[in-house]
Structures are given as C-alpha cells and as structure tokens.
C-alpha cells in the first residue's frame, strides 16, 4: 500500500540554522505530495505542496522538490526562525483519486534563539 | 471567521460513556473528514464523507459513528469509550476542486481523554 517515511526527530536547531526533514514515499501510480504543519496547540496546515515530478513547492521561505527518481520529498529552509518550531508532516494523497491523503509519522522541529 | 470549527476543544470521560464530538465548516466544501492524532502525534485517517455520503471507513472499531446531517457538518459519536480512545481528534475539509486535490483544512482538534 501507500507509505510515506519520514524522519522522526524530536530536532532542535539554533535560529538562522539550516534545515532538512527527509520524507520518501511508496506509492503505486503518481501521488501528490504534500508537507503539512501543526503550530503547537493547532490543527494542521498546508505548508507547500508538489503535484508531479520535479515540481518544487514553496511557502514561507520553505521548498520541497517532488524527487520521482529518489521516490523523495525533502523539505529544506535556509535559515530557521524561532516561529517555526512546530510538527512537520510529509503526507501524500492516494493516486486512486479518493481524496485520502496518508501521513508520515510527524517530526517535532524547536528552534531556540 | 473561523474556517473549521471543532466542540468541544477538551472532553474528559470515563470508560464505559458515549461521546460526541462536532465539526462545522464554512468553507462550502463537500468532503469532511476527521482524523485520530495519538500521543506520538502519529495522525490516521478514520473516516470521510462527501455531500452527506460516506466515502472512505477505515479499519475503526464500530463503536465509532460518524454522522453527516449536511454537508457542512460532521459529526462523531462514540459509544463505550476505551482507555485506547484518548488522543486528539481532528476534523478536516476539503474543496473538490480541479488542482487543489489533498488540500484539507484541519479543526484545532478535540482532546479526548478517557479516566
């Protein structure tokens, strides 16, 4: 079945550090990837995300390169803020088309100033 | 104008109680879902509705019911809670639009805990 892999952390990073979150996936046929974030104490938003090979989504100073060959959605951020501590989620959504999106495990980023 | 609504944001119980949890969204999509998040934050899908239907049931105990009295509200009743039963519960939606497929806006959540 779909799965999505990602690491698990708890990460903790200097503020202007530079990040990267590995996410891979296993999917049968072509998936959207995504990267969602859950602020402490909130529900999850959408951050960025890549609907085919080689795509890159971006927001808020964050990318993410849709990676067909590597099976990889890896998010990067140049320089932290301590704002953006937070959950970070890779999910991909079911190529089938029922709108079911399948999470990895979460990976917990604090950012100390 | 709060996007995805979720009552009440805690709930304690004891085992044995039913439940229910509300979600109410003013986005004017047409599919629902809600979502269990467990204490390591891992976050399962366990149901979704479109326009009043039932479209995806994962594997979930059926003391678990989902209601959809229309397409802006999704509810959940649980029956005989379990110690198992705490974590969070978030309720999401999303737009069946061409381009904006996995988009899902998520509720704050509900915090079940079960004594």
């Known amino acids: 079945g779909n799965s999505v892999t990602q690491m698990e952390g708890p990460v903790t990073l200097s503020e202007e550090a530079f990040l990267t979150i590995n996410c891979t996936y296993t999917?049968?046929?072509?998936?959207?990837l995504f990267w969602y974030v859950q602020y402490p104490g909130e529900g999850l938003q959408l951050l960025l995300k890549?609907?085919?090979?080689?795509d890159k989504g971006s927001n808020k100073g964050f990318e993410a390169t849709y990676r067909k060959e590597t099976t990889s959605f890896h998010l990067e951020k140049g320089s932290v803020q301590v704002s953006d501590s937070a959950v970070y989620f890779c999910?991909?959504?079911?190529?089938?088309?029922?709108?079911?999106?399948?999470f990895g495990k979460g990976m917990k980023l604090t950012v100390n100033p | 104008d709060t996007a995805v609504s979720q009552t009440p944001k805690y709930l304690v119980t004891q085992m044995g109680n039913d439940k229910s949890i509300k979600c109410e969204q003013n986005?004017?999509?047409?599919?629902m879902y809600w979502y269990k998040q467990d204490s390591k934050k891992f976050l399962k899908i366990m149901f979704s509705?479109?326009?009043?239907?039932?479209?995806i049931n994962e594997t979930v105990p059926n003391r678990f019911s989902p209601k959809s009295p229309d397409k802006a509200h999704l509810n959940l009743h649980i029956n005989s809670l379990e110690l198992g039963d705490s974590a969070v519960y978030f309720c999401?939606?999303?737009?069946?639009?061409?381009?904006?497929?996995?988009?899902?806006?998520f509720g704050p959540g509900t915090r079940l805990t079960v004594t």
């Open positions: 999401a939606s999303s737009p069946q639009t061409s381009g904006r497929e996995g988009e899902q806006y």
């Open positions: 999917a049968t046929g072509y998936p959207s």
């Open positions: 890549a609907t085919k090979a080689d």
């Open positions: 999910a991909l959504s079911d190529p089938g088309g029922s709108e079911k999106l399948v």
């Open positions: 986005l004017g999509h047409d599919t």
């Open positions: 509705y479109n326009n009043k239907e039932l479209i």
